[in-house]
Each structure stands twice: as C-alpha cells, then as structure tokens.
C-alpha cells in the first residue's frame, strides 16, 4: 500500500507524559499536513511543511506541540507534557504542491491520542 | 475568516432514498469547494471537487454545484445505497491557500 502511514495507530497515555506520533506520506508528496479532529467535529488545521520546511502553524498549536520534517520525508508530531485536553485524532496529509491548488489531500488512518 | 457550516447530523435513509446533505461556506475571495467522506475504519478522502462558480462536481452518482450567489455547495445523491454509511466533510481552501478548512461532518446512516 503507498497512501499516507500514521504511527501508532491508537496511543494511551498519563497525563505529563510525551508522545510522538509519526507520519510517512505518499513518497513523492511534497506537501505534508497536520489536523487534529476531536470527537463530532471536523478536521482543525494544526501545521504545513513543503518540503522540511514548517511553514504555518496554527495558534492551536501550543508550545508543547513540535513538529518536525526532517530531509523533507516522514514527519513527527511531538506533545510534550501532555493534558487531558489533547485527547484526539491526529491526522496527516500529504499533497503534491503542483495539485495544492486544487485542494486534494490524500489523509492516513489517524493516531488516536488518550490521556488518561 | 473563512468557515464552513453543514447540517448537523445523523441523517437516516432507507436504501434508495434521496440525499441532500447541505452545506453552506463563508470565504473571502473565491475558494475552493470540496467534500470528503470517511468510510468507518478509514481515513478521509477526496469524493468530489468544484473550483469555481456553477461548476458541478461529481462522482460515484454524487454531485454538489458551487453557488457563489447562496454560498452554498449541498451534496446529493439520487439513491442511496447501504454501503454510503459514512461521515461526509464539507471543506474549503482559498485559491493559492494551502490550508483547507472542514466543516463539522455529517454521518449518514443508510438502511437496507
């Protein structure tokens, strides 16, 4: 399968503790995204990189939140110290930035984030 | 800013039955209109698109009509089948945007 990989799958954690979740987009996707979706809502727009370079994040984004990627493949999403209130599904996407334009992302499965 | 507002859900049809599941959008400039659907256990993925005014999108017997004068792009679909039961996402990227924003979902229920 080449569509969009996230890892882990479903992560449950204590509250203060870190976790990283990875994704690896479509290898020739350029363009790779970050969304968090809480339970009854849409997608929320967290962070963009083309290529390594991060360049949007959302105010959603505390400073807890980091993300990283590195040679412009696979991407992490750290959340240090960790709050009941990150508990969600992390989504990635990935695009080619000459089709950006035209809106299509293609998304991985999610990481679901549990802080107990 | 830019926002999307669909109706809220579940909606429950029987096998057949007529869909309409409305979306209205807030935009500055002249977005983007996509839906998504998410099938259970799957992720998102792009069902149909529409980039400019009155232009229909379509596909698998859905469509939607971009109206740029209702700031509207409701999506239909003639007959329903049990295997549509999933989550459908209104969105909306502006033109040269990269950030596409969803609507809140609406999970249909499609009964045999």
């Known amino acids: 399968d080449t569509g969009v990989s996230q890892d882990p799958r479903h992560k449950i954690t204590k509250r203060g503790q870190n976790v990283t979740f990875r994704c690896d987009p479509i290898?020739?996707?350029?363009?790779l995204y970050w969304y968090r979706q809480t339970l009854g809502q849409g997608p929320e727009f967290l962070t963009y990189f083309q290529n390594e370079a991060q360049l949007e994040k959302s105010r959603l984004l505390s400073d807890r939140f980091s993300a990283e990627r590195p040679k412009g493949s696979f991407s992490t999403l750290e959340i240090q110290r960790t709050e009941q209130g990150d508990s969600a599904m992390y989504l990635c996407?990935?695009?080619?930035?000459?089709?950006?334009?035209?809106?299509?992302?293609?998304f991985g499965e999610g990481s679901r984030l549990t802080v107990l | 800013g830019n926002s999307v507002t669909q109706m809220e859900g579940p909606v429950t049809l029987s096998e057949e039955a007529f869909l309409t599941i409305n979306c209205t959008y807030t935009a500055t400039g002249y977005p983007s209109l996509f839906w998504y659907v998410q099938y259970p256990g799957e992720g998102l993925q792009l069902l149909l698109k529409a980039t400019k005014a009155d232009d229909k999108g379509s596909n698998k017997g859905f469509e939607a009509t971009y109206r740029k004068e209702t700031t509207s792009f409701h999506l239909e679909k003639g007959s329903v089948q049990v295997s549509d039961s999933a989550v459908y996402f209104c969105a909306l990227r502006n033109t040269g945007g990269f950030k596409t924003i969803f609507g809140a979902g609406t999970r249909l229920f499609v009964k045999a």
């Open positions: 996407a990935s695009s080619l930035a000459e089709t950006a334009n035209t809106g299509e992302l293609f």
């Open positions: 290898s020739e996707h350029n363009r």
